[in-house]
């Protein structure tokens, strides 16, 4: 069957994207890859196409959009690894490799949780691409739900939000675990996810005016400073907001108590410059100011977070602000999606090796795990509740659960040690069930062959130089503070 004149038009605007975006090679990669997938699909391949754009959007890298254009083929025995292998390169076919249908439920009279969460971490284990790649497919699929498909469509919904919501967060893909949540909350409770979203809509047009009020005068006083930088507007998913007001017994208004701004500059000392600018303007609200500049989340994520008293004649409510350079909102928007534009290949290459680690530490961690309900509760405290500071071998950061262990580390980083290895917390030998202190450095064997004989040993004053802290402006001087920690740059 031929192809229609909007699939004709679409296939010209796909590859115009192509080449606008990417340098000769990939976009010959993507070129082949479109027009390979278009011979074996003469109706065109409507899932790979709408994955590859939803990835374009992501900032996603060549290889990861092939993949998501062949992956349907693969799936529908059109093709096979082997193929894809000789004809798109080894880094194409690795992507693909075991990398299973994301809708697929295994046929059987009784369900096996603990086989299929095994399946689904086994599919996605190796390269984050393949993560991204089984994570769109999973968006895609659930959004496009319909009730003929509605048992299977709840059963997903739900592992989506037990498993591949905290793997998203964890791979730093902000946008795509919003859009993951809001996705299973409409197929797991539509009616609910519709009475929400129309008590939110009135709340957030009135936050919306005051937004564009806002956004012209914060982008007036980074004018008249001389800083270059964008400033957005944010707005809460409707599963982040029903979660909080289920965790936080709160009502819908004082969950959305806040106007939500985010600036975006060049450089972190920018960061800090539009930090001070803003406190200087604005009355800061006390205990509101985090530095995760200085101190990242374990997933890489990286801002200055503070709340300011609200101008009255613009709004009622406190004004809460984010700061970021162009790199950090990159990594908190697509984070591995997008390694490939990052310009230190070095940093972006170390942070992809440690979430390669993490993921491949979910299947051993499922496996030991008394039950998949323990495995799911270890899974999210990882994610979305840790928060004890350590540091490890060449300053890497690494948050845990309070209590946690030195043996609840080593699995965190996925290090396989002796059980009789010696591993050194703040320079001294300890057992593997010594409890963590906040800030401690941890310091673990180089050579696992040579255990306790060589250490790659961080203090935790040169860790802390390492990665940099925060040194605070005051409100009234913009002045910074002096101190022996050091000054963050970009990675």
Not at 29 to 50: F, I, P, V, W
Not at 104 to 118: A, G, V
Not at 135 to 147: G, P, S, V
Request: proline share 4%; glycine share 6%.
């Amino acid at each position: 069957m031929g192809r229609d004149t909007l699939g004709l038009a679409d296939d010209s605007l796909f590859i115009e994207r192509i080449k606008h975006t990417f340098q000769a090679a990939d976009a010959d990669l993507l070129t082949r890859t479109h027009a390979y997938t278009q011979e074996k699909l003469c109706d065109g391949n409507s899932a790979g196409y709408k994955a590859a754009n939803l990835l374009f959007d992501q900032d996603a890298d060549a290889t990861t959009i092939a993949g998501a254009l062949l992956a349907p083929l693969i799936w529908q025995n059109l093709t096979d690894i082997g193929h894809v292998r000789k004809l798109f390169g080894p880094e194409v076919a690795t992507a693909l490799e075991d990398l299973r249908d994301s809708f697929f439920i295994p046929i059987d009279d009784q369900p096996r949780e603990s086989e299929n969460i095994h399946a689904l971490l086994t599919s996605i284990d190796g390269t984050p691409r393949k993560a991204v790649l089984y994570i769109t497919f999973r968006l895609l699929a659930l959004e496009c739900a319909t009730d003929a498909c509605e048992s299977t469509a709840r059963l997903k919904a739900q592992e989506t939000l037990d498993l591949l919501v905290p793997i998203a967060n964890r791979l730093s893909l902000g946008d795509l675990r919003r859009r993951l949540e809001d996705a299973c909350f409409h197929v797991l409770d539509p009616q609910d996810y519709v009475k929400l979203r129309e008590k939110v809509s009135p709340i957030q047009s009135e936050d919306d005016k005051c937004l564009e009020i806002l956004l012209a005068g914060v982008k007036r006083l980074l004018a008249n400073s001389g800083i270059q930088g964008r400033v957005q507007g944010r707005t809460k998913s409707l599963h982040g907001i029903r979660r909080k007001m289920a965790r936080t017994g709160k009502t819908l208004e004082e969950i959305m108590d806040r106007v939500g701004l985010r600036v975006i500059v060049t450089s972190v000392p920018e960061c800090y410059s539009v930090l001070g600018l803003l406190h200087a303007h604005f009355k800061p609200i006390p205990g509101t100011f985090d530095d995760y500049i200085g101190l990242p989340k374990d997933n890489g994520y990286q801002s200055l977070h503070t709340c300011v008293y609200p101008v009255r004649e613009i709004s009622h409510k406190p004004i809460e602000f984010q700061v970021r350079t162009e790199l950090m909102h990159l990594e908190a928007e697509h984070g591995t999606a997008a390694h490939w534009r990052y310009k230190n290949e070095a940093a972006a290459a170390e942070r992809n090796n440690h979430r390669t680690q993490w993921m491949e530490g979910l299947v051993r961690q499922h496996r030991e795990s008394a039950s998949s309900e323990a495995f799911i509760e270890r899974l999210h405290r990882q994610v979305f509740r840790d928060h004890l500071v350590v540091f490890g071998n060449g300053g890497r950061i690494v948050r845990l659960a309070e209590n946690a262990t030195v043996r609840d580390y080593l699995k965190i980083i996925n290090a396989h040690v002796p059980q009789d290895a010696t591993v050194k917390v703040n320079g001294r030998v300890v057992a593997l069930d010594c409890a963590l202190r906040d800030g401690d450095s941890i310091a673990v064997p180089a050579d696992e062959s040579a255990a306790g004989s060589r250490f790659a040993e961080v203090t935790a004053q040169n860790a802390l130089s390492v990665t940099g802290a925060l040194r605070p402006f005051h409100a009234e001087t913009g002045d910074r503070e002096s101190s022996a920690k050091g000054v963050a740059t970009d990675p």
